[in-house]
């Protein structure tokens, strides 16, 4: 008899992999992130990417990080996960966990706390002095919201598109 494979990736490397391998459809410049987000029984719900809404050309809006603020990205990009709760059609997101590749901004934070997910799993916390970084793990951590970092294991998967 012949035994099952035991090389195969974990639940945390698989689904921060859809998560990165999501972010990679962005077309911002500087910063590509992608959500994951998945339900208490491993199941993918939904995904995101940071970029613009629907109807708003990547061709016509700016990319740009510095200048007046109508001129850059900021007011118009939707992140990773805002995107990801709002591309969900399937009702409640209640108990769910998101992978993100980034610590969620404040304003991610509270659309995961309103949706009901009660984990996320971060791989960066780059911004983790920001202002926005340490609102969302005061919010995170009023509301009961888990979040830790994804742990590497070094794994290197490579996919031939």
């Avoid at 999501?22 to 911002?28: E, L, P, T, V």
């Avoid at 339900?39 to 990547?58: A, E, Q, V, W």
């Avoid at 997101?93 to 404040?106: R, T």
């Avoid at 920001?130 to 970092?149: C, D, H, Q, R």
């Amino acid at each position: 008899m012949i035994g099952k494979r035991t090389d195969y990736i974990t639940w945390d490397e698989y689904f921060m992999g859809v998560s990165m391998l999501s972010g990679m459809r962005s077309k911002d410049p500087n910063t590509q992130v992608g959500a994951c987000i998945v339900s208490n029984h491993n199941k993918i719900l939904s995904m995101g990417y940071n970029g613009f809404p629907t109807g708003c050309s990547d061709d016509e809006f700016p990319w740009s990080r510095d200048g007046e603020q109508i001129e850059t990205k900021y007011p118009y990009v939707t992140h990773s996960e805002l995107n990801a709760i709002l591309n969900y059609r399937g009702g409640s997101l209640e108990g769910a966990k998101i992978y993100v590749s980034l610590f969620p901004c404040n304003e991610c934070a509270k659309a995961i706390i309103q949706a009901g997910i009660r984990t996320v799993v971060y791989d960066c916390d780059k911004y983790s002095d920001s202002t926005s970084v340490i609102a969302s793990k005061k919010m995170f951590e009023a509301a009961g919201v888990n979040y830790y970092p994804y742990v590497h294991t070094n794994r290197r998967v490579i996919l031939d598109l």
